[in-house]
């Protein structure tokens, strides 16, 4: 945890010192995919890695999704990071080129999305079934789903009918692994 806490506020110092850092919570079980929840101003980090603290980081000081703005923060970064750790201005600017990538060509774009809500809610039901404590007792498909969406950079009052079409084949997704899940669980 320790190694975290130095991490995350040595990543605010240098990278973002006007903005005033957001509780965060740890756990290494999520692996290395994070999440920034604007609504609750809290990050969630799986990894104490520097690429991915930033990523999160730069949806908070700029907006959800991967568009324009957000990109432009992570080049901004990565221009400081040049001068304190120039592999990561490197890394920085590749995921930038990845993303860019991905949102010229849709099918990618869509592709990408459902990928992540699928790992999203892989994550949630397994810390859920992993969870002795009983702290996470139920998940909101709905609102999770709702939340990456946006994250994702998707409104619904963009364009309502692709909105209500990529919901669908998210809550099927979400239905599938939490059946998955569930299925284990009477198996045992």
């Not at 995919?33 to 991915?52: E, I, R, Y």
């Not at 991967?66 to 304190?84: C, D, F, I, P, V």
């Not at 990456?148 to 998210?170: A, F, I, S």
Request: aromatic letters at 12%.
């Amino acid at each position: 945890m320790k190694k975290i806490d130095s991490l995350y506020k040595d990543i605010c110092r240098k990278y973002f010192p006007r903005w005033k850092p957001w509780p965060y919570t740890y756990n290494h079980k999520w692996m290395n995919s994070g999440f920034c929840n604007a609504n609750l101003k809290h990050m969630f980090f799986g990894a104490p890695n520097p690429l991915l603290i930033i990523h999160e980081i730069c949806h908070a000081v700029s907006t959800y999704g991967h568009g324009a703005r957000w990109q432009n923060r992570m080049l901004k970064t990565a221009e400081t990071a040049s001068r304190y750790d120039p592999r990561l201005s490197e890394k920085i600017k590749i995921q930038v080129g990845m993303y860019r990538k991905i949102q010229r060509n849709p099918k990618e774009e869509i592709k990408s999305l459902y990928l992540h809500i699928d790992d999203t809610f892989y994550h949630l039901y397994l810390e859920r079934e992993r969870n002795t404590d009983k702290t996470i007792t139920v998940i909101d498909d709905n609102r999770v789903l709702n939340d990456l969406l946006t994250e994702m950079g998707y409104r619904k009052e963009w364009d309502d009918k692709k909105y209500e079409k990529m919901l669908k084949r998210g809550k099927e997704i979400a239905d599938t692994i939490k059946n998955s899940f569930s299925s284990k669980r009477n198996l045992t």
